[in-house]
């Protein structure tokens, strides 16, 4: 992990690196936070914290904008494990996205009818079923509650 942090410091110096308890892309700071456990995954996800500062990703808008910055960042992160000489596993690339469809159902789910609603901002949600509207967090790493309005 050493190894490969000293060379993304190398190849983007524009970037800073920080070894921290998560794997974090912060535009404000220009810094990637990276955890060091040791395992294949480490390395993986640090590819995919420096995808997000190559291509520039900021805040978002709306949840399914959140699941296409995750995308890009992915198929970025597979385009630099090529230069870099490491392999990232598909499958726990769609567990990753798995994660952020899963956390996306949830939170668009009618609390009223069970149906799938529309997203209206950034915090609430419609349901074209029932016409029930409903406020969620906006906290990306923890459970997705719904409050009716």
């Known amino acids: 992990m050493k190894n490969l942090v000293t060379k993304l410091q190398s190849s983007y110096p524009t970037i800073t690196f920080s070894e921290g308890a998560i794997f974090r892309w912060s535009p404000r700071d220009r810094c990637v936070t990276y955890l ?8 993986w996800s640090l590819l995919h914290e420096v995808s997000h500062a190559l291509l520039d990703h900021k805040a978002y ?23 870099f000489g490491i392999a990232i596993d598909n499958d726990h690339i769609e567990i990753c996205l798995d994660s952020y469809r899963d956390w996306i159902h949830k939170r668009s789910t009618c609390p009223q009818c069970a149906l799938q609603g529309i997203q209206k901002s950034s915090e609430q949600y419609l349901c074209l079923n029932c ?8 906290a990306r790493f ?6 009716s309005k």
């Open 142 to 147: 923890c459970r997705p509650y719904r409050r």
């Open 131 to 138: 016409n029930h509207t409903w406020v969620v967090t906006s």
């Open 61 to 83: 808008q709306s949840d399914i904008e959140l699941l296409q910055k995750e995308v890009a960042a992915w198929h970025k992160a597979v385009q630099l494990s090529d230069d």
């Open 36 to 43: 060091d456990t040791g395992k294949d995954t480490d390395e």
